[in-house]
C-alpha cells in the first residue's frame, strides 16, 4: 500500500513539474537568492602614472542567502569611476565643487596628485592638489578620504571639495581621466552601492525619490523609506514565506512516513497527516497583512506622484479663471467666447505639503457639431477620469444653465467618482437670492462651496477645503509611518504574491500529494517579495531606475 502510495506521489510531482515548463512558470523555480548582477562598462588599462590598472572585470557568480553584499562584484572587479556631485552647471560659480572618485584606484589617484601622505579615513584635510605630469597647482581642496566597505558605494572612496569656479572644475574634469579613472554613468554610485549590498532596491528608488522632491511630504516620505522601513516589511513576510518553503522541502525530502513535528496533525477520517501544520495558519495572517497592507487608497503613490485634480464643467463656468486664481499666474487665455480653452492644461502646485496637478479642461456639454470642440470633450472626459480629485464647476447665476452643467458633469464623470468629488458654484457676486437651484444633483457631490472668480469672494475657504481634502486622502493613518506603498511596481508584487497564498491555501487542504504544487506558490510569493527589495532578478529595473539619476550620485 505504502509503495503505491509513493508512486502516486511521484507521478504527481513529475506531472506538477511538467505543467510548470508548459506554462513557462520555471524561471520562478531558481533559487531565490538569484540576484542580477549591476552592468558596468569595461576595464581601462594601466596608466602611465604606474596606477594599478582595473584590469579584472570578472563577475562574481557567489550569491548570499542572506545578503546582497556577499554576491556583489568586488572593488577590484570595476573600473574607479569619478564624478562631479554638486550642483555645479559651468554657467554659474559656486562655492564649492564636489567630485568623487570611487573604486580601487581612489587612493591611488588621491595619492598621485599630493605631495605629502594620505589624509587619515573619514577625517578631513586641506591638500593642495597638483598635476603630477608638469607638477602644476590645480587648486586647494578639501579632501576626505573613505575605506570600503565603510563608504557611501562600499569601496575604496575619495571626496575631493574643491573652489566652485569653470576652471577649477573643468581643470580636474580634464586630469582625472589621466590618473586612471573614467566619467561615472548616471547613478553609478549609487548602483554600486547597491551591488555591495549597502542599500536594497526600495533604498535606492527612496534616494531617487529624495533627490526628486518637490514637497515636504514627499521628502518626509522618501526619507523614511530611506530608514528601511519598508524594506524590513517586505523582508520580514518573505522570510516568513521561506520558512514555510523549508517546512514544504522537508516534507518532499522525508515523505509523509515521518512527523516532522507537534504541529502535524492526523485527520482520523482520511488517515493522513496534515503535512503543513501550523504553516497554514501562518500563511493566512501573511495574506492578511498583505491585503490590508494594499487596502492604502494608494496613499503613498499619491505623496510620491502628486495628486491629480481636474476641473470640469460646462462652457463659460469660469473653470480657466479659477484656474488661473489657483497657479496664481495668466496660464489659461480667459474670454466671454464659449469654448476657448480646447486643450488640457496643467501647472504643478504645493497644497498643504502635498504635490499637486491642477488641470483645466475644455467646457463639456452634450449638443455640439464642433469638430475640436468634441475632440475636447473628449479629453476633458479622459481626465476626469484620470483624476484623484475632481472639482466640477458650473454658472450659479442662471438656474437653467447651473442644472444643464450638472446634467453635462454627469455625464461624463463614472458612477463611482459621484460623490467623491468638490462642486463649486461660480458667479455668487450676481447670483439672485431667489434663483436656488433645487436640482438634487447638487447634493451628490462631497463638498459644495459658492464662489467668484472676478471678486474673488469665498476662493480663500474654497482653497481652504481643498487643501484639507488633499491632506486627507493622502495622510497616512495606519501608524507605520514610511511603510506604505510607493510605486506601482511594489502594488503589482505585493499583489501576485497575495494571489499566490490564496492558491496555496486551496492546495495546503489537499493532502500530501498536492505538498510540491503549494510549496511552488510559496516560492512564487517569496519571489515576488524579493523582486520588491531587490533579492531575486531585477536587471530589467535597474537599467530604468539607475537612468534617471543624476550623474555623481
Not at 548616471?186 to 531617487?208: I, M, S
Not at 516589511?233 to 518532499?252: F, K, M, N, T
Not at 470633450?377 to 444643464?404: F, Y
Request: some cysteine.
Amino acid at each position: 500500500m505504502r509503495g503505491k502510495q509513493q508512486s502516486v506521489y511521484a507521478l504527481s510531482l513529475w506531472l506538477m513539474k511538467l505543467s510548470l515548463l508548459i506554462k513557462g512558470r520555471n524561471a520562478f523555480c531558481r533559487p531565490l537568492t538569484t540576484v542580477a548582477r549591476p552592468r558596468f562598462l569595461q576595464p581601462i588599462g594601466e596608466h602611465k602614472w604606474g596606477i594599478p590598472s582595473n584590469s579584472r572585470h570578472v563577475p562574481s557568480e557567489t550569491r548570499s542567502s542572506t545578503h546582497m553584499a556577499a554576491h556583489a562584484t568586488t572593488s577590484q572587479d570595476q573600473d574607479t569611476i569619478f564624478a562631479l556631485s554638486s550642483g555645479f552647471t559651468g554657467r554659474q560659480a559656486t562655492a564649492v565643487a564636489v567630485l568623487r572618485i570611487s573604486g580601487s584606484n581612489a587612493h591611488h589617484i588621491l595619492d598621485s596628485m599630493i605631495k605629502s601622505k594620505l589624509p587619515p579615513a573619514r577625517k578631513a584635510v586641506l591638500k593642495k592638489l597638483y598635476n603630477p605630469e608638469d607638477s602644476q597647482m590645480m587648486d586647494h581642496a578639501l579632501c576626505i578620504l573613505f575605506e570600503g566597505p565603510n563608504s557611501f558605494t562600499g569601496e575604496d572612496l575619495v571626496e575631493l571639495h574643491c573652489h566652485g569656479s569653470k576652471a577649477v572644475v573643468q581643470g580636474m574634469l580634464d586630469l582625472l581621466p589621466n590618473l586612471g579613472c573614467r566619467l561615472a554613468e548616471p547613478g553609478e554610485f549609487t548602483q554600486r552601492a547597491f551591488g555591495q549590498g549597502k542599500l536594497d532596491l526600495v533604498q535606492v528608488e527612496a534616494l531617487a525619490d529624495i533627490l526628486g522632491a518637490d514637497t515636504q511630504s514627499q521628502l518626509r516620505q522618501a526619507l523614511n523609506q530611506l530608514d528601511g522601513k519598508l524594506s524590513k516589511v517586505y523582508e520580514d513576510w518573505r522570510s516568513q514565506l521561506i520558512s514555510g518553503l523549508a517546512h514544504a522541502e522537508a516534507v518532499i525530502d522525508f515523505g509523509d512516513d515521518e512527523r516532522l513535528g507537534e504541529d502535524d496533525i492526523l485527520d482520523d477520517d482520511s488517515e493522513q497527516w496534515n503535512v503543513w501544520g501550523s504553516v497554514e495558519g501562518r500563511m493566512n495572517d501573511l495574506s492578511i497583512s498583505m491585503t490590508n497592507h494594499l487596502r492604502d487608497e494608494r496613499k503613498g503613490e499619491l505623496v510620491r506622484e502628486g495628486v491629480k485634480i481636474a476641473i470640469i464643467g460646462p462652457p463659460n463656468a469660469g473653470k480657466s479663471s479659477l484656474f488661473n486664481l489657483l497657479s496664481k499666474k495668466d496660464a489659461a487665455i480667459v474670454s466671454p467666447i464659449a469654448g476657448t480653452t480646447r486643450d488640457v492644461l496643467q501647472v504643478s502646485m504645493d497644497l498643504g505639503g502635498v504635490k499637486c496637478t491642477l488641470q483645466d479642461t475644455a467646457g463639456v456639454r452634450k449638443v455640439t457639431n464642433d469638430i475640436l470642440e468634441l475632440e475636447g470633450i473628449k479629453r476633458a472626459q479622459s481626465v476626469a477620469d484620470q483624476a484623484d480629485l475632481v472639482v466640477a464647476m458650473v454658472d450659479g447665476s442662471n438656474p437653467t444653465e447651473e442644472a444643464a452643467g450638472l446634467d453635462s458633469i454627469h455625464s461624463i464623470l463614472s458612477e463611482n467618482k459621484i460623490g467623491l468629488n468638490i462642486l463649486v458654484v461660480n458667479k455668487c457676486d450676481i447670483m439672485d437670492s431667489s434663483n436656488q437651484s433645487s436640482s438634487n444633483a447638487i447634493g451628490e457631490f462631497e463638498k459644495i462651496h459658492e464662489l467668484s472668480c472676478v471678486t474673488q469672494q469665498g476662493v480663500d475657504e474654497f482653497l481652504e477645503s481643498l487643501t484639507e481634502e488633499v491632506v486627507k486622502r493622502t495622510q497616512n493613518d495606519s501608524g507605520a509611518e514610511g511603510a506604505v506603498i510607493t510605486r506601482a511596481r511594489h502594488r503589482q508584487h505585493v499583489e501576485a504574491a497575495t494571489e499566490a497564498l490564496e492558491r496555496f491555501k486551496v492546495l495546503s487542504r489537499q493532502g500530501p500529494l498536492a505538498v510540491d504544487m503549494a510549496a511552488e506558490e510559496l516560492r512564487l510569493a517569496a519571489s515576488e517579495l524579493g523582486r520588491i527589495t531587490g533579492a531575486v532578478d531585477v536587471e530589467d529595473v535597474l537599467d530604468v531606475l539607475f537612468s534617471d539619476f543624476c550623474i555623481g550620485k
